[in-house]
């Protein structure tokens, strides 16, 4: 870090004026044109919902639209409204919404119960057992999708089958493990002294200190479930049991010509939910946890 | 009756390791017992035992007259202080206390009675509506130690609860500890790897060394009769000097190195068993206050390395023709160590200290002759480490 050489006199607070004007623009510029390389497709979907489908194919002046529509929601509503052929948008929300409730509420409770056991208790076989975790984080779904299928095909066409492999997530354990490791276990102990027996101190005093092992679990599964699409795929052909991954696809399959502006407007309908998620939780998944640290 | 006793209690870890060697000791009811030691020699173990945190291999732990062995932690109506006083984070002051009360199912307002009453008395009432995140470290000991006081337990278990604080707070809090202990009269095992705080806290002491318990006694007489040169070594701050000796065959003189002292005949009449060293080598014990620059009589004359001025008294370092006996694990804390060896890296030599007035003209590099109390001297045998009486 370069200093400000500075006149003796200056006083002390113009000192600290003076060093904090001095930013790394460099490193802000960088920064500035990596943000619009990640924004913009955001941008282009939403502002390309909002365009008739021939603007919304049109260059880079697309990005800079003279007249926004409804036009591409309503015709989305009107094609998709109680239909029991192509399935309505209500009903891919609920499905899809009741898969990820499942996902990420059953998975909470059974990784991090997983993790904390790992983390804290003393059994045999523990540390293959950590080990077989591991290893299973690194298996791709698509390796172990067709064995599935055919273990759960008598679940075909059923909202629970498309949640059920990834209630229990590897990743997930292995994230509460590594948390738990870090939680003082003076905490744990501090609570058996006071006569709390071992649910009692999961539920009161490990579960409100790991909110954000929590949250990251529970974001990440959220986004993994919320726009999967082979296992749906694979397991569903009724439109009552479509998520929104498997509608907004089907949508391109039926339009003999493709209208852009649709699949934009479907696109901003299955990525709301997810951003609304994620800002709802993000304050615990950012929080580090060194914040929670009892030390003096 | 809330006395804990420990009956020829042993820890074997699963590894084969033994932490703790058939372990006798009694904390009487009302009594502040320390159990001091340098690191890794037990003592939080033998802590975590009584607490029920840790399980015993081999003996018998009972609290108020009750074998507790086979009781969980919240059966044995304990209260534990930790090292980092394990506050719980998410909770107010006033949940933090009142959490064990809580969780017995105590009446409401029994429960607020308790905890303003023990926020009364650590002056942490303005802070009940607080995280712990939020306060100091001393009142974080203070929310610790409330959370101890608000049960009434059996007894009061300590695990190095003034280690996180800094040198001023900590004396503070030693005062305030043992006033609480007082009003509440229950008994107290207090873990601590300092010394001074041993001593000064402590209605008696415990001393233990590699999961052996050394000797158990009141503060003065671990100092004035050390059982064996480790206690000698561990207690007292400088510590004592020991140096290698040999008692002359007829019992009047104590070669040093290359000097003598001349040997009264008293000493053999306080010590009877000394005799039985005539004409052997065996260890000497000089506690610093003993060698005094003042007065004539039995010298030792050594060479002054450096000198500590603290007002009150001088430290003077010096080096002698002798051999110095040194303990091994004498322990501390890893700072310490640390401090110890740098220390006598810088100094070679100079491994002996007096502690004499202030203002004497002792400078670096002087030859000076220490007076030394024959009477006061302490003798270990070479080989066993005890005492000689």
């Not at chain 2, 002996?352 to 024959?374: C, E, K």
């Amino acid at each position: 870090m370069s200093t400000v050489s500075l006149p003796a006199s200056s006083s002390a607070p113009r000192r600290r004026r003076r060093r904090r004007r001095h930013v790394p623009w460099g490193v802000y510029a960088l920064l500035a044109i990596f943000s619009v390389l990640f924004l913009f497709p955001i941008y282009y979907l939403v502002v390309g919902s909002f365009e008739t489908p021939a603007d919304t194919l049109n260059g880079l002046r697309a990005a800079a639209p003279s007249h926004l529509t409804f036009a591409n929601y309503h015709s989305l509503s009107q094609q998709f409204f109680s239909s029991t052929i192509t399935g309505s948008l209500q009903g891919f929300y609920t499905v899809s919404t009741l898969v990820s409730l499942i996902v990420v509420v059953g998975g909470m409770i059974v990784n991090s119960l997983a993790g904390y056991a790992l983390a804290r208790m003393k059994f045999r076989g523990r540390k293959t057992l950590l080990l077989l975790i591991i290893v299973l984080v690194i298996i791709p779904f698509q390796a172990i999708a067709v064995p599935l299928y055919y273990m759960l095909s008598g679940l075909r066409n059923t909202v629970v089958v498309q949640a059920l492999p990834f209630i229990g997530s590897a990743f997930s354990v292995y994230l509460f493990y590594t948390f738990f490791l870090n939680l003082p276990p003076q905490l744990e102990e501090a609570a058996r002294i006071d006569g709390a027996g071992p649910w009692r101190t999961f539920l009161q005093i490990i579960l409100p200190n790991a909110k954000p092992a929590f949250a990251s679990v529970a974001i990440l599964s959220f986004i993994q479930i919320w726009s999967s699409y082979l296992w749906p795929l694979m397991m569903t052909s009724q439109p009552n049991v479509y998520p929104l991954s498997i509608a907004i696809g089907n949508l391109l399959k039926q339009q003999s010509t493709p209208n852009y502006g649709e699949m934009f407007a479907f696109g901003v309908l299955l990525v709301v939910p997810m951003a609304a998620f994620f800002l709802v939780f993000q304050r615990w998944f950012i929080r580090s946890v060194a914040s929670l640290a009892v030390k003096g | 009756m809330s006395e804990i006793v420990l009956r020829d209690v042993s820890k074997i870890y699963d590894n084969g390791y033994h932490a703790i060697h058939n372990i006798d000791l009694e904390v009487k009811e009302g009594e502040f017992m320390v159990v001091v030691g340098p690191s890794g020699c037990g003592k939080s173990t033998l802590l975590r035992m009584v607490a029920g945190l840790e399980t015993i291999s081999d003996g018998e732990i009972s609290i108020g007259g009750e074998v507790v062995n086979d009781l969980t932690p919240g059966e044995r109506d304990l209260a534990m202080v930790f090292q980092n006083y394990a506050l719980y984070p998410h909770m107010t002051v006033e949940k933090n206390i009142g959490y064990s009360l809580r969780l017995r199912k105590l009446p409401k307002e029994e429960i607020k009675r308790r905890v303003a009453e023990a926020a009364e008395i650590l002056s942490l009432t303005e802070y009940l509506s607080q995280r712990p995140g939020r306060l100091s470290g001393g009142q974080r000991q203070r929310v610790a130690m409330g959370r101890a006081i608000v049960r009434e337990p059996k007894a009061f278990l300590m695990d190095e609860p003034l280690s996180n604080l800094d040198a001023k707070l900590r004396v503070q809090m030693r005062s305030e500890i043992l006033q609480i202990q007082r009003r509440v009269g229950v008994a107290t095992l207090y873990v601590t790897h300092d010394q001074v705080e041993a001593m000064t806290m402590g209605d008696r002491v415990t001393v233990l060394r590699a999961g052996v318990l050394q000797q158990c006694d009141t503060a003065q007489a671990l100092y004035d009769r050390p059982r064996n040169v480790f206690v000698a070594s561990f207690v007292g701050s400088p510590s004592m000097n020991l140096l290698y000796a040999e008692l002359g065959p007829d019992g009047t003189s104590l070669r040093v190195g290359s000097q003598n002292l001349e040997v009264p005949d008293t000493l053999f009449a306080q010590r009877p068993n000394l005799r039985a060293y005539l004409g052997r080598e065996l260890v000497v014990g000089i506690r610093p206050e003993d060698l005094t620059m003042a007065g004539d009589g039995q010298t030792l004359v050594g060479r002054v390395g450096h000198i500590e001025a603290l007002g009150s008294e001088l430290i003077v370092h010096f080096g002698l023709d002798a051999r110095n006996y040194v303990v091994e694990d004498k322990g501390g804390s890893a700072e310490e160590a640390e401090e110890l060896l740098e220390e006598t890296a810088l100094t070679q030599h100079v491994r002996n200290v007096a502690r004499v007035a202030p203002r004497s003209s002792v400078v670096t590099g002087d030859q000076v002759p220490f007076r030394v109390s024959m009477e006061r001297a302490h003798f270990f045998d070479l080989a066993s480490g005890n005492a000689i009486w």
